[in-house]
């Protein structure tokens, strides 16, 4: 069971901030990654899907990278309604498991 | 609209079982892949199930496997999860999400693009 493990649990920031997220799977998942953001009392939403590439959506200011074992979230010019918690998720063989969030709070 | 409504969450005891709905609309079931995802009380999400598009493969995370099942009535266009021999730790909001189309590339990792509401299940000892 591949395991992902997200740092830094919280992380304070400004708008207008840069924020850059991890997300690091026990074994290798290639470019098998999903960023999804919830903000309290709402649903999951999708953000990023295949590690880089943009949900339907979703704006530009928010881009995926990484491949293997290694990914990041990074969140350009922080807007106030960016302000949430923040799962990465990852699929290999059919089997799928998130990683246990990011909270990023207003500092 | 594209949607997914979930229904069938409650209070039981120990050990007892529910059937979980989710009923999707403008889409058909038989399109897309669909999930279950379940989120404790002030917990993350955890991935729980897994159905293919053509209702023949279902995967579970090793939490549930063994107790819950998953079937489908693609008349109604609805998925149900089949939560059995519950446990108190399998208190959570239990939610429906639509995955991969099933004319996309498996090698493709498209993720869950629409999320229902959710419906609550709370297990008591």
């Known amino acids: 069971e591949i395991v992902l493990t997200q740092s830094p649990d919280t992380l304070s920031l400004s708008p207008g901030d840069t924020a850059t997220l991890s997300c690091r799977a026990s074994q290798g998942i290639r470019s098998r990654l999903a960023w999804y953001q919830q903000k309290p009392g709402q649903t999951p939403r999708l953000l990023i899907y295949h590690a880089s590439e943009r949900a339907a959506g979703i704006p530009a200011r928010f881009s995926g990278g990484g491949s293997g074992t290694a990914f990041t979230l990074t969140i350009t010019s922080l807007e106030p309604e960016d302000f949430a918690v923040y799962f990465c998720q990852q699929r290999t063989d059919w089997h799928y498991s998130f990683g246990q969030g990011t909270k990023l709070e207003i500092k | 609209q594209v949607q997914v409504v979930e229904s069938g969450g409650g209070v039981v005891q120990s050990g007892k079982s529910l059937r979980l709905s989710c009923e999707a609309s403008?889409?058909?079931?038989?399109?897309?892949?669909m999930h279950w995802v379940r989120q404790g009380p002030g917990k993350g999400l955890e991935w729980v199930a897994f159905?293919?598009?053509?209702?023949?493969?279902?995967y579970f995370s090793n939490s549930v496997e063994g107790r819950f099942a998953l079937s489908r009535d693609t008349s109604k266009n609805v998925v149900f999860l089949h939560v059995n021999s519950l446990r108190t730790e399998d208190t959570a909001d239990y939610y429906c999400?639509?995955?991969?189309?099933?004319?996309?590339?498996?090698?493709?990792?498209?993720?869950?693009?629409?999320w229902g509401q959710g419906t609550a299940v709370a297990v008591s000892s």
């Open positions: 403008g889409f058909s079931i038989t399109d897309h892949a």
């Open positions: 159905l293919s598009h053509d209702g023949s493969n279902k």
């Open positions: 999400a639509r995955g991969e189309s099933r004319s996309l590339p498996y090698s493709t990792f498209y993720g869950a693009d629409v």
